[in-house]
């Protein structure tokens, strides 16, 4: 697939590292898309929705209403994860500086897609600036979630499997990502990018 004017934006933290070997495949420059998943008060595992790093809140209404969740929880859940990711700004990029998307081919990965509400969070947060195209992009998805994010963007998926139960059974070590390790991703991009100007 040719895409014109791509730039790559990881969801943290797998989809960094995901976001920094695509964006060198596609040699273009990469960033991060924050968007965390707002936590069940049954369960911190299961996803009830998501909140971006612009306040753009998601949720999965029929799982809320199912298990009971009330509006003062997810308004605290909400807040929290918001300034949680105030704080993640802070300390992967260099500046509250954000990137220049008008015009562009966005690119947003991820090391997999389970629920979709992070991604569609980071889709619906990408729609109200005036890009060239949305794409969602990531190694394996389940198919719901792909059914989901076809509304939104262009899904490009590796494996659609017909069974998943979490992203983790499809990775042979999925062992968290160490913040030093996304950090030192994004800025040695700096190098890449002098490359393919000048070389």
Same mark, same amino acid.
């Given at each position: 697939?040719?895409?014109?004017?791509?730039?790559? $934006?990881?969801?943290?933290? +797998?989809?960094?590292?995901?976001? %920094?070997?695509?964006?060198?495949?596609?040699?273009?420059?990469?960033?991060?898309?924050?968007?965390?998943?707002?936590?069940?008060?049954?369960?911190?595992?299961?996803?009830?929705?998501?909140?971006?790093?612009?306040?753009?809140?998601?949720?999965?209404?029929?799982?809320?209403?199912?298990? +009971?969740? *009330?509006?003062?929880?997810?308004?605290?859940?909400?807040?929290?994860? #918001?300034?949680?990711?105030?704080? #993640?700004?802070?300390?992967?990029?260099?500046?509250?500086?954000?990137?220049?998307? *008008?015009?562009? *081919?966005?690119i947003v990965?991820?090391? +997999?897609?389970?629920? +979709?509400?992070?991604?569609?969070?980071? $889709?619906?947060? $990408?729609?109200? %600036?005036?890009?060239?195209?949305?794409?969602?992009?990531?190694?394996? @998805?389940?198919?719901? @979630?792909?059914?989901?994010?076809?509304?939104?963007?262009?899904?490009?998926?590796?494996?659609?499997?017909?069974?998943? #139960?979490?992203?983790?059974?499809?990775?042979?070590?999925?062992?968290?990502?160490?913040?030093?390790?996304?950090? *030192?991703?994004?800025r040695s991009? @700096?190098?890449?990018?002098?490359?393919?100007?000048?070389?």
């Amino acid at each position: 697939m040719d895409i014109e004017k791509p730039f790559v $934006l990881g969801i943290p933290r +797998g989809g960094a590292v995901v976001a %920094h070997y695509a964006a060198y495949v596609l040699k273009c420059p990469w960033d991060f898309i924050f968007t965390h998943k707002l936590r069940s008060p049954m369960d911190p595992e299961l996803s009830i929705g998501a909140v971006t790093q612009d306040g753009c809140v998601t949720l999965d209404h029929t799982l809320i209403y199912s298990i +009971g969740v *009330n509006e003062k929880y997810l308004e605290e859940e909400a807040s929290e994860e #918001y300034n949680m990711m105030k704080e #993640y700004i802070k300390k992967y990029r260099d500046s509250n500086t954000q990137p220049v998307l *008008n015009g562009k *081919n966005i690119i947003v990965v991820d090391d +997999g897609i389970a629920t +979709g509400y992070t991604a569609r969070a980071a $889709l619906m947060s $990408l729609s109200r %600036h005036d890009v060239r195209g949305l794409y969602m992009a990531a190694p394996v @998805a389940s198919k719901d @979630a792909v059914e989901q994010l076809k509304k939104l963007s262009t899904v490009i998926i590796l494996q659609i499997p017909e069974v998943f #139960y979490s992203v983790s059974q499809f990775y042979r070590d999925f062992s968290d990502v160490r913040e030093d390790e996304i950090i *030192n991703l994004y800025r040695s991009q @700096a190098f890449f990018l002098i490359r393919i100007l000048f070389v």
